[in-house]
C-alpha cells in the first residue's frame, strides 16, 4: 500500500504561482507518478505525470509551459510547479502513483494510489 499526501494548495491571484507537493509513504517500490484536477461539474483530468527514473514527463494539453513536474526520489515527494495561473486552473488537485511501466501514465484508470486532493483556487 502507498499513501499519498497532498499539501500546497491555496488562493491565489490570476497570474500568480502555486507549488503543489505529494509525499508518498508505505510500501517501497519504484512508482511513476502524476498529478490530475477535478473542477466542479467536470471529469478528472490529466495535469501532469513522471516516470520514476524522471526520464519521461506528460503534461495535459492545457498546461502550455505553465506547470512543471519533478520529483525528489530521495524524500518519496513530487511537485507541481504551477506559474501564470487561470481562473480556469481553479480545481481539487489530486496525485496519483502506480507501479512503473516505463512511461509517464495519463489514464485515470492507470493509476492504483490515491491523495485526498487538494484545493486550488485561482480568483480573477
Known amino acids: 500500500q502507498v499513501q499519498l499526501v497532498e499539501s500546497g494548495g491555496g488562493l491565489v491571484q490570476a497570474g500568480g504561482s502555486l507549488r503543489l507537493s505529494c509525499a508518498a509513504s508505505?510500501?517501497?517500490?519504484?512508482?511513476?507518478m502524476g498529478w490530475f484536477r477535478q473542477a466542479p461539474g467536470k471529469e478528472h483530468e490529466i495535469v501532469a505525470a513522471?516516470?520514476?527514473?524522471?526520464?519521461?514527463?506528460y503534461y495535459g494539453g492545457f498546461v502550455k509551459g505553465r506547470f512543471t513536474i519533478s520529483r525528489e526520489r530521495a524524500k518519496n515527494t513530487v511537485y507541481l510547479q504551477m506559474d501564470s495561473l487561470k481562473p480556469e486552473d481553479t480545481a481539487v488537485y489530486y496525485c496519483?502513483?502506480?507501479?512503473?511501466?516505463?512511461?509517464?501514465?495519463?489514464?485515470?484508470?492507470?493509476?492504483?494510489?490515491w491523495g485526498q486532493g487538494t484545493q486550488v483556487t485561482v480568483s480573477s
Open positions: 496519483a502513483a502506480r507501479w512503473d511501466f516505463g512511461r509517464a501514465p495519463t489514464a485515470r484508470d492507470e493509476y492504483q494510489y
Open positions: 508505505g510500501t517501497p517500490g519504484t512508482y511513476a
Open positions: 513522471i516516470t520514476w527514473s524522471g526520464g519521461n514527463i
